[in-house]
């Protein structure tokens, strides 16, 4: 197929709010009829110690990566279900598996400690409703949120890179493979799973 032959679309989503998913999909319903996979990504990062930390900075991280997840991967699973099935991948962090250093960042690596079991608990949940739930937990990764943390702090990424045994942070399309093969009939056989996409920085 050429790319002329798709018909992609874009929609506006705040994931933290329930109403705003329920739309987003009834959109994508309303243009394509169905959806065979989902992939919630959207997650936000910030560095305070835990005494530091500003409530409201914690409730919006909640909001955004724990409550964000569930609502984007629940609303999914509601239209799936009736379809047949289908994949969603949460795409967790290998924070939910390790303590990172040196910056502090509890809420985060908590957050998403939740999403990974949350993923795990969906899973067994939809398993015989045809819904694959599935995790993808990236490391150190050059996005447009570390590079923004990382203009402010040079040294910083040095200490990530040589804490990565491959000596280097990985790049959005390093994770394009594993997301397709989650989200595709490839992992039919998968669900409840964790792919760490990390360089080897779990393994020490």
Known sequence: MEPEDYR?????????????VQQAYRRVMDTYGRIDSVVASAGIVENYSAFDYPF??????????VHGAFFTAREAARHMIPQGGGSVVLVA?????????PQPQTPYNAAKAAVKHMASSLAVEWAKKGVRVNCLSPGYMLTKLTKTIL???????????SLTPMGRMGDPEDLAGA??????????????????VDGGYCVI
């Open 93 to 101: 962090s290998m924070s939910a598996n390790i303590v990172n250093i």
């Open 179 to 196: 997301i397709v093969f989650l989200a595709s009939d490839a992992s039919r056989f998968m669900t409840g799973s964790e792919i760490r």
């Open 151 to 161: 203009a402010h702090d040079t040294e910083l990424k040095k200490t990530w890179e």
């Open 56 to 65: 409201d900075r914690i409730k919006r991280l909640y909001d955004i990566n």
């Open 8 to 20: 992609i679309i874009g929609i506006g989503c705040d994931v933290s709010s329930e109403l705003s």
